[in-house]
């Protein structure tokens, strides 16, 4: 059971628009920034959003992370077939002494 | 350009002990804390343990705490994953991350996971 929630799989077609959603609580998403990170099949995780909403030089403006209170989300428009992949936000968490806590993550398919 | 090569995976008995490696290159080790974060075979990212760019701050997911020890020398550029008393639930790809950091407004820090390694793999099994 992870921390953050995420819901398990998401789809859509080319050319769609799709939201991936990330609930936490007070102590993690509730007072810190949320981060992103897509990870194509058999490689290592990528930074895709950092600080809620920002890009890294590389990432393409499709991508658009937001948070509200204590959950966030991240959209996807003009979706495109190299866009399937596992998607995880992930937060530091204040409580414990200080930890990271990661969501489940979402598998994204592109029909 | 900026690389993180993790060693030291391979195949370990319940109970037995690995020490694992990253090697970071083309940027000033010593001034980014650095982690560590596995995935279980067909299962999500979990993150394992963090320290400091000096050390003096550790901290540790409750799964491995008191059973792993993280550390670093800035010196060799390195940051290790010491596993000891290894269990079949360790079993995992064993990725090292730099986590650069932003003091923001408040006492709100700003971090992140960038960039991750290629992963090593550890499995324990009899």
């Known amino acids: 059971q992870s921390v953050l929630t995420q819901p398990p799989s998401a789809s859509g077609t080319p050319g769609q628009r799709v939201t991936i959603s990330c609930s936490g609580s007070?102590?993690?998403?509730?007072?810190?920034?949320v981060n992103w990170y897509q990870q194509l099949p058999g490689t290592a995780p990528k930074l895709l959003i950092y600080?809620?909403?920002q890009r890294p030089s590389g990432v393409p403006d499709r991508f658009s992370g937001s948070k509200s209170g204590t959950s966030a989300s991240l959209a996807i428009s003009g979706l495109q077939s190299e866009d399937e992949a596992d998607y995880y936000c992930?937060?530091?968490?204040?409580?414990?002494?200080?930890?990271?806590?990661f969501g489940g993550g979402t598998k994204l398919t592109v029909l | 350009e900026v690389q993180l090569v993790e060693s030291g995976g391979g195949l370990v008995k319940p109970g037995g002990s690995l020490r694992l490696s990253c090697a970071a290159s083309?940027?000033?080790?010593?001034?980014?804390?650095m982690n560590w974060v596995r995935q279980a075979p067909g299962k999500g990212l979990e993150w394992v343990s963090s320290?400091?760019?000096?050390?003096?701050?550790?901290y540790y997911a409750d799964s491995v705490k008191g059973r792993f020890t993280i550390s670093r020398d800035n010196a060799k550029n390195s940051l290790y994953l010491q596993m000891n008393s290894l269990r079949a639930e360790d079993t995992a790809v064993y990725y090292c991350?730099?986590?650069?950091?932003?003091?923001?407004?408040?006492?709100?820090?700003?971090?992140?996971?960038?960039?991750w390694g290629q992963g090593t793999l550890v499995t324990v099994s009899s």
């Open positions: 320290i400091s760019s000096s050390s003096s701050y550790i």
């Open positions: 991350a730099r986590e650069p950091t932003i003091a923001a407004a408040g006492k709100m820090v700003i971090r992140w996971f960038d960039p």
């Open positions: 007070s102590s993690n998403i509730g007072s810190n920034t």
């Open positions: 992930a937060a530091w968490d204040d409580s414990l002494n200080g930890h990271w806590v």
């Open positions: 600080s809620n909403n």
């Open positions: 083309g940027f000033t080790f010593s001034s980014y804390s």
